[in-house]
């Protein structure tokens, strides 16, 4: 059974930092990565890792967000630099499972990151 256990969201003002953890389990997951939606807005990319360590990021967070991976550890993190109140949302970790025929995503539970003075 797949697991994804997210932390580390909370009240930041703008221009800190925060760096969110995702603990995935219970498969190998291909890519990992982070999705965020504020409210009345659809859910967006923000950043993704493959196994091989391809990122791929946002255009809104480019050059502030970094993501890495422990692979022995099967954790993402995500460290968010200069923060701003458009990065207000709720963060959901995300895993992928890729297979021959098929692609598979697994969601966790969302992370309130909110950015305010």
């Known amino acids: 059974q797949v697991q994804l256990v997210e932390s580390g969201g909370g009240l930041v003002q703008p221009g800190g930092s925060l760096r969110l953890s995702c603990a995935a389990s219970?498969?190998?997951?291909?890519?990992l990565g982070w999705y965020r939606q504020a409210p009345g807005k659809q859910r967006e990319l923000v950043a993704t890792i493959t196994s091989g360590i391809s990122r791929n990021y946002g255009d809104s967070v480019k050059g502030r967000f970094t993501i890495s991976r422990d692979g022995a550890k099967n954790m993402v993190y995500l460290q968010m630099n200069s923060l701003k109140p458009e990065d207000t949302a709720v963060y959901y970790c995300?895993?992928?499972?890729?297979?021959?025929?098929?692609?598979?995503?697994?969601w966790g539970q969302g992370t309130q990151v909110t950015v305010s003075s």
């Open positions: 995300n895993a992928v499972v890729v297979t021959i025929s098929k692609r598979y995503d697994y």
């Open positions: 219970g498969n190998i997951f291909s890519i």
